[in-house]
DNA sequence: CATCTTTATCGTAATATTGCAATAAAAGAA
DNA sequence: TTCTTTTATTGCAATATTACGATAAAGATG
């Protein structure tokens, strides 16, 4: 035991928590929200912004970019990092179904 | 080291990440479903209907109430348990706006 | 070439998560 | 009350995540 057991559920499913994980922890948010706000993506400018190591950074542009949340292109000597319009299209439309389908339901159980 | 260093981040990009770590496991995606499309919602109709454990959705369930996701009610010997609108909206207007934003930019850098 | 800059990877310690058997707790039924 | 049903909690083993120093890899610069 320890490990989730993925097998047990549908591919929609797991696409839909990997994607949810690669969100969890708020040095991806930042991530997420600093590349939302600002022109340049090199990736020494992330780790400038962000307080935690060189390492760890790249470690959470890794699991981003695992997760198609992020692109990565190499610009010289440098990686310029954007985001992936089309992945995070895809968490709006999941949560817009997800609050039309509940306003439809209003059978306010609890 | 090991544990997430939440003290250097922002009580906002904490908030949405705990929201969405409460997300990231496909059983909890799984229950979110399952609440969305049933009329009832009683405990034990989940603990049948997914492939782990009493014990085992218990915890998710505790994790997603926590987070705010869910709201619990007795009902009689057993609990009732509801997605709570309020917090799927948060999420929804959340990734609506990034994807505003994104669109709006469209310096696609990458 | 040698050196500097930039990013990725390795290795590892600390911590968190996942899953479940066993058990407890709480409320209804007999 | 005793028994049953339902859900929560405890305890623990297995696994995953987080963070970072050290180091490697790859391209720029002199």
């Known amino acids: ?3 989730t057991k993925n097998e047990l559920f549908s591919a929609r499913q797991n696409g839909t928590s990997v994607l949810l994980k690669a969100l969890a922890h708020p040095a991806r948010i930042a991530i997420l929200e600093l590349l ?3 022109e340049s993506c090199i990736c020494g400018h992330i780790v400038d912004k962000l307080p935690l190591s060189q390492p760890t950074i ?3 542009l890794r699991e981003m970019k695992e997760a198609g949340l992020i692109l990565g292109s190499v610009e010289g000597n440098s990686i310029c990092y954007c985001l992936n319009p089309d992945t995070l ?3 709006r439309d999941y949560f817009s179904g997800v ?10 159980c609890c």
């Open 58 to 60: 790249s470690q959470h």
């Open 89 to 91: 299209d895809k968490l």
């Open 99 to 108: 609050s039309e389908k509940l306003k439809k339901k209003s059978i306010a």
């Open 1 to 3: 035991m320890g490990a």
């Open 36 to 38: 939302l706000k600002e």
